[in-house]
């Protein structure tokens, strides 16, 4: 049987998230519908990560087990055809190992926040980045940051809902860079708990506008306790960026 990789970029707006529910289209029900329409066949697509409602990837790694052999290049534009009433393109699709698998895989994942800080409300970026009016210093919320990188028991920024057996996680990067009116909050880790990513940079920001410091937010982390969380960033600035494989 057949596996392809497949990197996905879509915008998570209209979506309940990546993974299948009854609540609503996911970004998996869709690709499984237009694999369905394409080959016939009902296949599962599995996701590098488990991207929530309005959240959105510009290259989410997926891979699927079919019962035919595809040429990469045609399962690609075939897919891309008929999702082409959905915010979601296949970037790539290719060929891989059975042994490969998108999610357990992965050597690491790396999300972007976007944040626009200005005053004036957001016309071309309107859902794809948060506004936030209050002056921001990347600087003080970048040297913050660092006190988060590492192996930490991340309590307080995992949600109350996260499914993960434990809370201990490794943080490999966290950065705040501004561009112009842009703040934007790379995070890498093998993995993250559940809104851990959104709760960060909603605890930053806190920091950036001067309501608490590096110190508050480090307190905070080892405090391992959800309510010294700051307000959790909103899910429209999100981005699943890219995810590392030592190999295809």
């Known amino acids: 049987m057949p596996r392809f990789k497949l990197i996905i970029e879509y915008d998570g707006a209209p979506f309940v998230g990546w993974q299948r529910q009854e609540n609503g289209l996911s970004i998996q029900e869709a690709l499984e519908e237009a694999l369905a329409a394409m080959t016939a066949e009902r296949a599962t697509v599995h996701g590098a990560g488990r991207t ?9 790694v997926a891979h699927v087990d079919l019962e035919r052999e595809w040429e990469p290049f045609r399962l690609g534009e075939g897919l891309n055809a008929l ?15 059975p042994g490969f698998d998108a999610r357990r895989s992965a050597s690491a994942r790396h999300y972007l926040y976007r944040i626009v800080n200005r005053r004036a409300p957001l016309a071309l970026e309107r859902g794809r980045a948060w506004r936030v009016k209050p ?39 966290l950065d705040v860079m501004r561009d112009g009116d842009e703040v934007q909050i790379e995070a890498s880790a093998l993995s993250f708990l559940h809104r851990q990513v959104r709760s960060m940079v909603g605890s930053l920001v806190e920091v950036g506008v001067g309501r608490s410091t590096a110190g508050d937010l480090k307190a905070a982390l080892e405090a391992a306790d959800r309510s010294r969380c700051g307000p959790v960033a909103p899910a429209h600035g999100l981005y699943l960026a890219t995810v590392d494989y030592t190999r295809a």
Request: proline residues 5%; contains cysteine.
């Open 135 to 173: 002056p921001l210093d990347a600087r003080a919320m970048h040297d913050a940051a660092q006190g988060l990188v590492g192996r930490h028991d991340f309590s307080t920024f995992r949600d109350a809902q996260c499914q993960a057996k434990s809370p201990i996680r490794t943080l490999d990067r």
């Open 83 to 97: 999702l082409h009433h959905h915010p979601i393109a296949v970037l790539k699709s290719e060929r891989v190992d």
């Open 52 to 60: 929530d409602a309005g959240v959105h990837a510009q290259g989410q």
